[in-house]
């Protein structure tokens, strides 16, 4: 590759002109950000596996490079077995203020039946 500056050869995928200094507009940038979309949704999976799973997704459409695509999927599959555990936990939790909530009347309704005597 050249230079976009001064035109002087450079090594493949260099990010700054050795001759100039000029920053070269590779793929390396984009690489980049959409990589950290993919690290994004791994950390936000166990956070708020919603959020992650719409990372993941952004990340694996604007992926440019295998490496941040994979990242990104690898973001995906985690938010998406972190939502089915996390919908698991929101039932058993329901389940039992549920079991709560109609202990709660059950006592209740027995205590409106004893003062109506
Ligand atoms: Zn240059």
């Known amino acids: 590759m050249y230079c976009k500056n001064c035109g002087h050869e450079l090594q493949d995928n260099s ?11 590779s793929n ?3 690489g980049k950000d959409s990589s950290a979309l993919g690290l994004l949704s791994i950390i936000f999976a166990f956070v708020q596996p919603m959020v992650g799973l719409i990372l993941g997704i952004v990340g694996v459409l604007q992926g440019k490079s295998s490496k ?7 973001g995906l ?7 089915f555990v ?5 039932f ?10 109609y202990e709660l009347i059950d006592s209740e309704t027995y205590l409106i039946f004893l003062l109506g005597k």
């Open 77 to 83: 599959i985690l938010s998406f077995i972190m939502l």
């Open 15 to 25: 990010e700054f002109c050795v001759y100039c200094g000029a920053r070269q507009g």
């Open 68 to 74: 941040s695509k994979k990242t990104a999927i690898v």
């Open 86 to 90: 996390y919908l698991i936990l929101i």
């Open 92 to 101: 058993v939790f329901l389940d039992r203020t549920l079991e709560k909530i």
């Open 28 to 30: 390396n940038v984009n």
